[in-house]
């Protein structure tokens, strides 16, 4: 099992910048992604981000990309979400996920989710 500790949500306004972090115990051997997704309200949970756990690479989702980045550290088992330049529609829940095979989809685990909303 891993378990997943997201943190860094809250509300801000639109053009501000909020970062998220995931910090992750337990089989963290096992991951081989871990990512962040969101659902707004009445909507799917839909990939934004997610980044490869031993080369590091980055898998960003076209709706934010040029805005967000994500980024990690091995040493503290902890992704983080960079947010700026954020807008109404990024108001959601953000999950962050952990993955055993694939970077963008069929994750294993979840953290409880934090909110974000932007106010406009």
């Known amino acids: 099992q891993v378990q997943l500790v997201e943190s860094g949500g809250g509300l801000v306004q639109a053009g501000g910048s909020l970062r998220l972090s995931c910090a992750a115990s337990?089989?963290?051997?096992?991951?081989?992604?871990m990512g962040w997704f969101r659902q707004a309200p009445g909507k799917e949970r839909v990939f934004v981000a997610a980044?490869?756990?031993?080369?590091?690479?980055?898998y960003i989702a076209d709706s934010v990309k040029g805005r967000f980045t994500i980024s990690r550290d091995n040493a503290k088992n902890t992704v983080y979400l960079r947010m700026n330049s954020l807008k109404p529609d990024d108001t959601a829940v953000y999950y962050c996920?952990?993955?055993?095979?694939?970077?963008?989809?069929?994750?294993?685990?979840w953290g409880q989710g934090t909110q974000v909303t932007v106010s406009s």
């Open positions: 337990g089989r963290t051997f096992s991951i081989y992604a």
């Open positions: 996920g952990a993955s055993s095979g694939r970077a963008t989809s069929n994750y294993d685990y």
């Open positions: 980044i490869s756990w031993s080369a590091g690479i980055p």
